[in-house]
C-alpha cells in the first residue's frame, strides 16, 4: 500500500529541516571548515552535491550554449583592478545601509528591519548609529607591496567580465546582434545578513548570459528570455504553484533597467528569487567604453548602421536553483507501515543515474555486479553499493534520488539478465545485460 504525503504537505519549517538534514546526512552539503567549528555562510559540496551542482550547470549551459547556434561561451578572471568597478558603478553603488546597535553591538542592514528604531536582537529602541554605506565588495592586494595601486576585487558578479570582453568576442567569434555570452562562475558578496542555508551565501555560484541585440528589438528579446527561462525550470521539475515570474515595481529598477522581472521559488519562508531577468539598455558597454577609451559597438556592414547594442541579461543562482531543485522534489511516503522518503528529481539533475546493486556479497556475484557496473560507467554516473539487505540499499538511492536500480541476483549468472527498479513507482522489470544500456538510455532520455 502506498499513500503520499508530498513535499507540499510537510510543514514548512519541516521541508527546510528535512532538506538541509538530508543534505548533510548524504553528503550533498557540509558547513565549511566545520572541525574548526565552522565559517558562516560557508558551504562545502560533497560527493552527491557537487555531482548535482554540476547537473544543474550542464543543464543550463546545453539550453544555453549548446542546444543554440547564438550563443558563445567564457569564463573571465575572479580578480579584477578597480577600474573595471569604477566603470560598473560598483565601487560607489554597490552597498547596504548598515546600523550598528549601541546597546547589544549588533550590526543589521536598516533596509530589512522591520522596525527602523527597534532592535531586533535586543528588543531596545533608539539605540541604533547614523546610517552608513557598506560595500558589498570583497577586496585585496595584487604582488609584493601595499596600496592603492595594487589593490584588487573578487567580482560580486561575472557580467562584468563578459562587457570587457565584449570586443574580444565579436572580433573572434564573427557573431553579430542579436547573440549572446554565457558564463558559468563563482561570485563573492561580503553579505551582512547571509541566511537560509545555501540561499544568501558570501561565496556562490552564477549562470549568466548577456544577450545583445539591436536598441528595437530589446522589448521582444527581454520578454522572449522571460519565457524561455521561466520554461526551463518547469522543464526540469519545480511544479507551477512552486513557480513565479515577478516583474519589478518602478521603485526596484536599477536606474539603467528598462525592466526587470525576477523568477522567484516558493521557498519553505516564502517567495524567493532564483534568477533576474534584466533589459539593462546599452549602460554597461557605454560605461565602459568611456571609461577605457574603446569603442565597443557594432557596425552593420549590409546596412552601413553603427550602434551600441543593449544587453538583455537572465542571471540565474546555481547554489540556489540547486537548493529549489531539492525542496521541489523531496517528498515522503507511506509504503506499507514504513515511510519512504524520496527526492523526485529530473534525471538530468539526479547525482546518480543508476545504482548497481550485487543481491549478495557472495563471491559468485560480485564479479558479475562489476562487469555490470564497468559497462554502464561510460554512459552513465554510477553507485555501487554492496552493503545491507537490498531493500535498504533500495531506500537509500531513493533518498539520494537515483531513478533506476539495477540489481545482479543468482538467476543473472543463468539467463545474463538483471532486474531493473524504478524509483518513483517502484515498478521492476527483468532486462537483458546485452539490451541494459540501450533501455536505461530511453527511459532517462537525457
Not at 202 to 215: A, D, I
Not at 220 to 229: A, D, F, G, Q, V
Not at 236 to 265: C, K, M, N, V, W
Request: proline share 6%; charged share 25%; hydrophobic share 35%.
Amino acid at each position: 500500500m502506498v499513500g503520499t504525503l508530498g513535499a507540499m504537505a510537510l510543514t514548512e519549517p519541516t521541508l527546510f529541516d528535512q532538506v538541509v538534514n538530508l543534505c548533510k546526512r548524504r553528503s550533498f552539503v557540509f558547513p565549511s571548515a566545520e572541525i574548526y567549528g565552522g565559517f558562516r555562510s560557508t558551504y562545502d559540496y560533497g560527493p552527491l552535491g557537487v555531482l548535482m551542482l554540476r547537473n544543474v550547470k550542464d543543464a543550463w549551459w546545453r539550453s544555453m550554449v549548446q542546444l543554440r547556434s547564438d550563443v558563445v561561451g567564457l569564463d573571465a578572471a575572479i580578480l579584477s583592478p578597480p577600474k573595471v568597478w569604477e566603470a560598473s558603478g560598483h565601487l560607489d553603488n554597490f552597498s547596504d545601509p548598515l546600523v550598528d546597535c549601541t546597546s547589544c553591538k549588533t550590526r543589521h542592514r536598516q533596509d530589512q528591519l522591520d522596525d527602523a528604531d527597534t532592535c531586533p536582537s535586543c528588543g531596545e529602541s533608539g539605540t541604533f548609529t547614523e546610517a552608513r554605506a557598506f560595500n558589498l565588495m570583497f577586496k585585496s592586494q595584487a604582488g609584493p607591496v601595499e596600496g592603492a595601486g595594487a589593490d584588487v576585487y573578487l567580482r560580486p558578479e561575472t557580467a562584468q567580465g563578459t562587457f570587457i570582453n565584449f570586443k574580444n568576442i565579436l572580433e573572434t567569434s564573427r557573431k553579430k546582434p542579436p547573440f549572446g555570452i554565457a558564463q558559468i562562475g563563482k561570485s563573492f558578496r561580503n553579505e551582512i545578513t547571509p541566511g537560509n542555508f545555501v540561499f544568501r551565501t558570501r561565496e556562490f555560484e552564477q549562470m549568466e548570459l548577456e544577450f545583445f541585440v539591436p536598441p528595437d528589438e530589446a522589448d521582444s528579446w527581454y520578454e522572449y528570455w522571460m519565457n524561455e527561462r521561466y520554461q526551463w525550470y518547469l522543464n526540469l521539475g519545480i511544479p507551477a504553484d512552486q513557480l513565479r515570474l515577478r516583474a519589478h515595481d518602478d521603485d526596484e529598477l536599477s536606474h539603467y533597467s528598462s525592466g526587470t522581472s525576477d523568477i522567484e521559488f516558493l521557498f519553505p519562508w516564502g517567495w524567493g528569487e532564483l534568477e533576474g531577468i534584466a533589459n539593462r539598455g546599452d549602460f554597461d558597454l557605454t560605461q565602459h567604453a568611456q571609461h577605457s577609451g574603446q569603442k565597443l559597438e557594432y557596425f552593420d556592414q549590409g546596412t552601413g548602421e553603427r550602434y551600441v547594442p543593449h544587453c538583455i541579461e537572465p542571471a540565474a543562482g546555481a547554489t540556489r536553483s540547486m537548493m529549489a531543485f531539492l525542496m521541489a522534489a523531496y517528498d515522503e511516503e507511506q509504503v506499507n507501515d514504513d515511510t519512504r522518503t524520496v527526492l523526485r528529481l529530473h534525471p538530468q539533475l539526479a547525482p546518480y543515474k543508476v545504482a548497481v546493486l550485487p543481491l549478495s556479497k557472495k563471491d559468485t556475484l560480485l564479479p558479475k555486479a562489476e562487469e555490470v557496473l564497468h559497462s554502464l560507467q561510460p554512459h552513465f554516473m554510477c553507485d555501487y553499493d554492496i552493503t545491507q539487505a537490498i531493500g535498504k540499499r533500495y531506500r537509500r538511492q531513493d533518498e539520494i534520488g537515483t531513478p533506476y536500480c539495477v540489481t545482479i541476483d543468482f538467476d543473472t549468472l543463468e539467463d545474463n539478465a538483471v532486474t531493473v527498479r524504478e524509483r518513483d513507482s517502484m515498478e521492476q522489470q527483468r532486462i537483458p545485460v546485452d539490451n541494459l544500456v540501450a533501455y536505461l538510455n530511453e527511459q532517462l532520455a537525457l
